[in-house]
């Protein structure tokens, strides 16, 4: 049976990722899209790129009128907006993916530590799922409330955790250099993101501070079954879409480049959307799909692992849509590719 489905934050980038993907999905009707502007745009307005393809307006939407009007939820706003949104659509019994960071950390303390804000709906985190499938995907199906994870974190957790658990690499020292491209930040305008200010220039932010770095320690402490700490630096890359992590680790023992790559190719065989490559892999190879290229190399006796996504897509709204389908029962790649 087919589900009414709701976007809020609807006029951002997530938003108009999820309604390309969502539009080709057979068992979706698109039939509400959130926004604050009071004026009601036509979708065509607020994304030009949708003109001829879904005849929707964007309006300030209540929880009741949502209950009204979808059975799940795609919630694409900023953080903690969205934690108080999730909290009236759970009363309501809308399932919900939130695109957000607000349900991914297990420690309501480490949240507000690394948000800065109080958290607005903590009782909520231990129902939460997060939502990577090449790890979750049982608790998925089963989940209401599924945390989509972050766009950086899902480069580094699908290239980091399968090694971490075979016990090939070292819980100490690990270091994950990322770049991003602009369309990370999202549309709401921010200076540094302004075209003179990134285009031609690369630059390091976050140091030392960036939000996505308890999110990756946390997965890969389960990971490791011990406390990891990992150093974390995103660079923003005058680009449009697309991440690129090279991750450093000390290898255990004699471990080698073969030994690397057979255990990430025998942890993703049957994964859909993660690729072992041979080659290093450019964000290109996967811009607009909802995939992951991974390949390892000890080089002077250091392990280090190539992952690229497409932070829009396998980083966000794709992941979003994998994380639905397994939660709705219909096939987990429906609407993907
Ligand atoms: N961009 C990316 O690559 C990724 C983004 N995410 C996360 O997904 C979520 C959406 O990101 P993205 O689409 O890029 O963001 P955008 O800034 O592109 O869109 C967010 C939308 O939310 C609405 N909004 C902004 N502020 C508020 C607020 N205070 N209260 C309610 N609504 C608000 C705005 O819509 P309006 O003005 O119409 O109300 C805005 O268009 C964020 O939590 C982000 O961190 C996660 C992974 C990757
Ligand atoms: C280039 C850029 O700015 N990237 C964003 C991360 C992408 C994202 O939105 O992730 P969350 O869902 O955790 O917010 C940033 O560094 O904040």
Redesign the pocket.
């Known amino acids: 049976m087919s589900k009414r489905v709701a976007i ?10 999820l309604i390309r993907l969502l539009l080709r999905h057979p068992e979706v009707e698109i039939t509400a899209l ?4 009071e004026e009601n ?1 036509h979708v065509s307005e ?1 994304h030009p790129q949708l003109t001829g393809q879904l005849d929707l307006r ?1 309006e ?1 939407l209540t929880a009741e009128q949502l209950a009204e009007r979808a059975d799940s939820v795609f ?8 934690a ?2 999730v909290a009236q659509l759970m009363e309501h019994e809308l399932d919900v993916v ?5 349900y991914r950390l297990r420690d309501k303390d480490v949240y507000e530590k690394w948000y800065g804000v109080t958290h607005p709906d903590a009782g909520r985190l231990p129902s939460a799922v997060y939502g990577l499938p090449e790890l979750y995907r049982n608790q998925i199906k089963a989940s209401h409330l599924v945390a ?4 950086y974190p ?1 480069s580094a957790i699908l290239a980091l955790y399968p090694l971490l658990k075979a016990g090939l690499i070292s819980p100490a020292g690990i270091n994950i250099d990322s770049k ?2 602009v ?6 305008p921010k200076p540094a993101f302004h075209y003179p200010e990134c285009n031609e220039s690369l630059m390091a932010y976050g140091v030392g501070a960036h939000r996505h770095m308890p999110e990756i320690d946390q997965m890969l402490t389960e990971a490791a079954g011990e406390s990891v700490e990992v150093l974390f630096t995103p660079h923003l890359v005058p680009m449009d ?1 697309g ?1 690129l992590s090279t991750c450093y680790a000390t290898p255990v023992g004699d471990v080698d480049t073969e030994g690397l790559m057979a255990c990430l190719r025998e942890t993703y065989a049957d994964e859909p959307f993660v690729d072992v490559v041979d080659k290093p892999p450019t964000t290109k190879h996967v811009a607009f799909t909802n995939r992951c290229h991974l390949t390892a190399r000890v080089v002077r006796g250091r392990a280090l692992v190539i992952s690229v996504i497409d ?2 897509i396998k ?3 794709g ?1 979003a849509v994998q994380n639905f389908n397994l939660m709705q029962g219909y096939k987990e790649t429906t609407a993907l590719i």
């Open positions: 809020l934050g609807a006029s951002g980038y997530t938003g108009l990722e959130g926004t604050r502007q745009p607020v964007l300030p919630c694409c706003l900023p953080h903690a907006a969205s108080e949104a939130d695109l957000s960071a607000d989509n994870p972050g766009c899902t991003s491209g369309s990370g930040g999202g549309r709401t879409r991440i932070n829009l980083g966000a709204s992941a």
